[in-house]
């Protein structure tokens, strides 16, 4: 099973990233997918999460209307779009598929002027 994250970096307040998680060994399309974040010092928590079809989504208060997650199950791919970036967004994001509980290594997201 693997799980790997892309498209973190060092972007300005108010830019925009897309990240991007290839999963592999197991039935993509069967499980939910969610995104999680953990900041220095800070609990992890869910920011994003999609039903396997995709239809169902749902996100942290603090990201409404800012982040969109969508998923390509015939390319076993999760997105997260994330718009309007704010200092407080900085943190490692995670690809998780929640209820075989795999996890990816995680990609820095630093938002900073």
């Known amino acids: 099973v693997q799980l790997v994250e892309s498209g973190g970096g060092l972007v300005q307040p108010g830019g925009s990233l897309r990240l991007s998680c290839a999963a592999s060994?197991?039935?993509?399309?069967?499980?939910?997918m969610s995104w999680y974040r953990q900041a220095p010092g800070k609990e992890r928590e869910l920011v994003a999460a999609?039903?396997?079809?995709?239809?169902?989504?749902k996100y942290a208060d603090s990201v409404k209307g800012r982040f969109t997650i969508s998923r390509d199950n015939a390319k076993n791919t999760v997105y997260l779009q994330m718009k309007r970036l704010k200092p407080e967004d900085t943190a490692v994001y995670y690809c998780?598929?929640?209820?075989?509980?795999?996890w990816g290594q995680g990609t820095q997201v630093t938002v900073s002027s």
């Open positions: 998780v598929a929640v209820t075989p509980g795999y």
């Open positions: 060994g197991f039935t993509f399309s069967s499980y939910e």
């Open positions: 999609i039903a396997s079809v995709g239809v169902s989504t």
